[in-house]
């Protein structure tokens, strides 16, 4: 006959096999709490950048069609309402408009030349509307009308 003992051991699963599950389910549930935690924070790394990148703007480059702006490095930290130069060592040495004269409504003229091009494709020279001149003119092209 056997013991109340040896019918516990026979009836359950060992001790060992009961602490792996723990240890496995404990494993799982940390996996799963990092997943979700790391997933909220990069959903709030992204929500702040694109913050920043509204807000923050940036122009950085050059034009020969604007005096003295071979090399511009431009910042706006309203969402592009004032501009401002930035000098060698990243120091605002004035808005835009004083430093650059011109320049801002260049970089708007090709912007929309760009966008307009975009959505209608190149401008045909022969034949050329009323809105392509203008736009041609807003970013400091010469527009000749063939006569």
């Given at each position: 006959m056997?013991?109340p ?8 699963p060992?001790?060992?096999v ?12 940390v996996?799963?709490?990092l ?10 790394q992204?929500a ?14 050059g034009?020969?069609f604007i005096p003295n ?5 431009l ?6 309402k ?13 808005t ?8 801002l409504n ?7 030349l ?5 959505k209608?494709g ?5 034949g ?8 041609l ?10 006569k």
């Open positions: 056997a013991t003992i040896q019918e516990t051991k026979k009836s359950g060992a001790w060992h009961v602490v792996m599950r723990c240890v496995i389910f404990l494993v799982f549930c996996g799963v709490y997943i979700v935690s790391q997933r909220a924070k990069i959903k709030d992204q702040m950048l694109s913050w920043y990148h509204r807000n923050y703007q940036h122009k950085i480059g034009t020969s702006a071979d090399s511009y490095r910042f706006s930290y309203d969402g592009g004032n501009w401002y130069a930035l000098g060698d060592e990243d120091e605002i040495i004035g835009a408009e004083e430093v650059f004269p011109g320049l260049h970089l708007d003229g090709w912007d929309r760009e966008e307009y091009a975009r209608n190149p401008i045909n020279a022969c050329i509307t009323g809105e392509e001149t203008r736009l003119q807003d970013a400091n092209l010469t527009v000749d009308s063939g």
